[in-house]
Structures are given as C-alpha cells and as structure tokens.
C-alpha cells in the first residue's frame, strides 16, 4: 500500500532525495504551505533572503561553490517576476538549480486573483524545462525530472509552478527514485588520433580555457595539456571562475572583452584549442571580429550551443574535458615523442618572462607607485584585499572597474577559489557571497564588490548577519557608476554624467551595514588598508568594509 503525504511534505522529502541541503527563499501567502512542513523536516535549512531575486542569487553561488542541485522558492507572479534577472544570470553560467514558485489553487487562478500570472510562461524564456503541478501523483515524476534535467549538461535552471490545493492535498504516492546521468564521456579512439594529430601540426598552438573546466574538475588536467606542448594558455574573455591553475608556466592571463585586443592576443598563433567554453564572447559591439583571418580552432566540451557557437571548428568533440584531456595528453605524448619535449622546453622557457607569474611581479612594482594615494586607488585596494586573504579564502567578485587586475594580482589554486559575475547582470556579488559562504563554512569568503553594484541587493547582508557567516563585504565607495561614465566619455566624448553619481546625498555604507546587524568600518587610509583587511579577513562573523576610492573616470 502506498504511504499517504501531503503534496507540501512530499515536495520537500523528494528535494533532499536528489541531494538538496538549503532551501532558499522569500515566503509569501501561496508558499505557506511549504513553510507549514518544514517544520517536519528539520535537517532541510531554509535560508531566507529579503527579495527574490537575492533568493536565486545566493541559491546561484552555492551551486558554483560546491557543483551542487540547489533549490529555491519565490512567490507567485510578481515575486518570479523580481527574481528573472538573478535567473538570467543562472541561465548564463549553467546553474543546476530548481525553481519554484507558490501558485494560486487551480480553479481559483481562473479567476485571475490579485499577484496571478502564468509562471510557466513567464519562466520559460531562461529556464530548460518550466511546468505546473496539475496532479499531485505527478509530483515526484516532475521533481524527479527536473533534478535530472538541471543536472545533465548542459546544466541550467528548471521551473515549477505549485498551487496551493496540490500542496495542501494529500494522497498515496511512491516518491520514486533520483536519477543521475553520467557524461563523463570520452571521445572515440578515432576521434582523439585525429584531434591529437592535428595539435601536433600546429606550430604554434594556443590554448583558450572557460567554465567547463570548473565544472568538469579538469584544470591540473588542462595545465598538462599547455605544459605537454610548451604552448600559452588564457582564460576566455568571460573568465568568471577559476578556469585555470594561475601558477602554471604557461598560464597568461584572461583575454580582454574587446574585439581587437583579443585579435591581437591571438594574431601570433595558428591552432586555437578551446576547453570547455566559447572562447570569445564579447560584450560591446566592434567592427573588428576578434578571431584573427585564418586561425583554426579545435574544441572539445560538452555543451554543444559552445561548440563552434560564432565560428566554425576543424574539429569539434562534444565530450568531457577532463576524461578527453587524460586520454589526448598521454596520446600526445606517445605521438610526439622527444620532438615534442624538446618543443615543449623551448616553449615553456620562452613563455617564462611573459606569463602570468612575470607578469603579477611587474604589476605588483607598478600598482605600489600609488600606495600612498589619496583617494585610496582603486588598484591598491585589490592589492591589499589580495595579499590580506587567507590561502584558503574564497573572492566573491563584482567589484568591475575596481577589480581589473584581481584575476593578475590572485591566483587560482583550486575550481571554487574565484567567482565572478558573469553575465553583466549586477547586484549577483552580494547575494551570491552568502550562498558560496553556505556551501564552505569552513573557508573564508571576500565579497569584493562596487559601490553600484552593491546597493543593487544590499539586503543580502541581513542574512549574512543572521546565519553568522565567516563572511567579509569590502564595498569600493566611488560615489557612481564608474564602468558607465568610463563607457560614456570613450564611445561618445561626452563627460556630462547625467544619473551616474550617488554623492547628494552619499550612500553611508556602514550606517546601512550595521543596521542590517554586520560589523562596519569605514577605510579612507591608504596605509592602514592592509592591517584592516587581515583582522576583518581572520576574525569570524560578517563583517563590511566601506573604502573611500578615487572617483576618477580614468
């Protein structure tokens, strides 16, 4: 005989089989229900933010710092109407993430009540797959579902709209069973000779790595690949995760998001290998095409929208990076022979006054000629925040124009160390910081984030304080939104910055921050940056940093 539950109590039960923790959320009157049976389930942690789209953010940063199904619940139309962007962002970056909102009791939706919408409709822009609970006997097959579907790259959110009476209804069901798809798939032997072969042709190869990497836990596997053939390897021009190991000899750096500059990064080479990612995506439009004439590309990931998404590939392998990388790195090497090392010492010496290290040394001399600035510049205070950080810190990262060189200036040591802002939906940094804090509770977590940004999902910092997070907000205060009068004055020599400063009356954010329950402390020094980061960086709890910085538009 099948056990009798309730659709709310049911939902909840199915989440944690496929492996949910924490529960996101901001409850409203049609997820009461769900409130109602969390109290029968006690090992589920519900993490409340202050505004939807905070909700999917943190869910969205606990996902990429711990490679987990995550879950979170809004309300009804309005409330998945404030969390689109957050999910748009999630969209962006793959997230396996369930999203559910409180819907009306079918028949009463009918009605058109105040706060009724077509969630499914209004879901299904952003998401894989957006369906509405109908039956609840059909509750665990679409829970079931929709964990798989989140799941199999290429990942990404899912949607679930759940009315009230489903819910609060009760009936004899079999909750079923979790199913995980394994595409931890290599390419044929076939495929990997000829993949193989053609790296081998190439006289100067280049390696260009995105977020796959991360996901596919590959990056000592891509750093063999660049040291096997002595050949530089970049970061795409969205290099929003720790994609490759920074202290690698052959590590450069990431490739600007400007069309020309990237052309002239890759003129020199005529094999481009791309790992896990499209390697060129750009954001503001330019006549120049940023993929030199003539430059082959070969490509091997699994989501196949990235595989030769703008230009076309000689060879494309839809596959796991890291299974293809330990099976073409040994194959490389039985071809190649001593021919190979040889090349690869030559490369390897060649790259040496270059790479990412060299290249930190210099910009460490040069970013202490302003030590003593005042404003504070805004590329000693990444400095400082970096060399303040503990080895097994997390930085959390929307800091824009403020955190230029933060990719040179920290390396990336392991595939949860660094996370950015990906799709240029600001206000994820704050948020996020606390869901990638959830997921690590033992590792210190920096949000280093702009003033801008910030105040996009101040709230957030309510339930870093209220979950006692070992999470520090270093807040770069220069009054406006720098990345926008930069952009104003160089595409349209205009200086006239009209609703881009915040400085009548300023935003005092450590007055906000302590009355959201966070230690606060305001820095205009730029001596005492460094002994301030370190206790706030080792001390436990949430804490915010407001730091007074140029305002300069250059």
Not at 58 to 63: L, N, Q, T, Y
Request: charged content about 20%.
């Amino acid at each position: 005989m099948k056990n009798r539950i309730t659709g709310r109590s049911a939902f909840l039960a199915l989440l944690k089989d496929e492996g949910v923790t924490h529960l996101f959320g901001n409850p409203g009157t049609t997820e009461l229900p769900i409130m109602h049976a969390l109290k029968d389930h006690p090992d589920l942690t519900y993490v409340m933010a202050m505004q939807e789209s905070l909700v999917v953010a943190m869910a969205d940063g606990f996902s990429r710092a711990s490679g987990k199904l995550v879950a979170c619940n809004v309300h009804v139309a309005p409330g998945l109407g404030n969390a689109m962007g957050s999910l748009y962002n999630a969209s962006f970056t793959g997230t396996p993430l369930i999203l559910t909102a409180g819907q009306q009791e079918q028949g009463h939706g009918l009605t058109e009540p105040v706060l009724y919408g077509p969630l499914v409709q209004m879901a299904t822009p952003l998401v894989k797959w957006a369906v509405e609970v109908t039956r609840l006997e059909d509750l665990p097959r679409i829970v079931r579902r929709a964990a798989k579907i989140a799941t199999t790259p290429p990942t990404g959110p899912v949607f679930i709209s759940l009315p009230g009476d489903i819910l609060n209804s009760e009936a004899g069901i079999e909750l079923g069973r979790s199913t995980r798809i394994d595409t931890r798939v290599r390419p044929s032997e076939d495929a990997l000779e000829r993949l193989a072969a053609r790296i081998l042709r190439a006289e100067r190869p280049v390696i260009v790595v995105g977020d796959e990497i991360v996901k596919s836990d590959a990056l000592r596997e891509a750093a063999d690949l660049a040291e096997t053939l002595g050949c530089p390897a970049w970061q795409s021009s969205t290099p929003y995760g720790a994609h490759f190991l920074s202290e690698s000899p052959c590590f450069m750096g990431a490739i600007a998001r400007l069309q020309k500059v990237a052309r002239d990064v890759l003129a020199p080479y005529d094999l481009l290998i791309a790992l896990g990612g499209d390697p060129l995506r750009m954001s503001v439009y330019s006549e120049v095409d940023p993929l030199p004439d003539g430059l082959s590309i070969v490509q091997v990931g699994l989501v196949d929208n990235d595989l030769a998404r703008n230009y076309g590939a000689e060879i494309a392998v839809k596959a796991d990076v890291k299974e293809t990388l330990r099976a073409l790195v040994p194959a490389l090497k039985a071809a190649g022979g001593v021919a190979l090392e040889a090349r690869a010492r030559q490369g390897l010496a060649a790259l040496a006054p270059k790479n990412w290290a060299a290249k930190r040394r210099a910009l460490v001399v040069q970013i202490s000629k302003a030590s003593h600035a005042s404003p504070i510049d805004p590329d000693w205070l990444a400095l400082q925040v970096v060399e303040a950080m503990p080895d097994n810190a997390i930085l959390v990262d929307e800091g824009l124009t403020s955190s230029r060189q933060i990719i040179g200036l920290r390396p990336h040591r392991d595939r949860y160390g660094y996370h950015a802002l990906a799709s240029g939906g600001i206000g994820w940094g704050l948020p996020a910081a606390v869901g990638v804090s959830l997921a690590n509770p033992t590792r210190p977590v920096v949000c280093y984030s702009g003033d801008g940004s910030s105040m996009y999902s101040i709230q957030s910092l309510w339930t870093a304080a209220n979950h006692k997070l070992p999470l520090t907000f270093v807040i770069v205060n220069n009054g406006g939104y720098r990345i926008i009068k930069q952009r104003l004055l160089a595409f349209h020599g205009d200086d006239n910055y009209v609703g881009m400063d915040f400085i009548d009356p300023p935003v005092d954010f450590t007055g906000v921050a302590r009355s959201l329950g966070l230690e606060a402390i305001k820095v205009s020094d730029p001596q005492e940056l460094k002994n301030v980061m370190t206790s706030a960086f080792s001390r436990p709890g949430a804490k915010l940093i407001e730091v007074m910085v140029s305002n300069a538009v250059n």
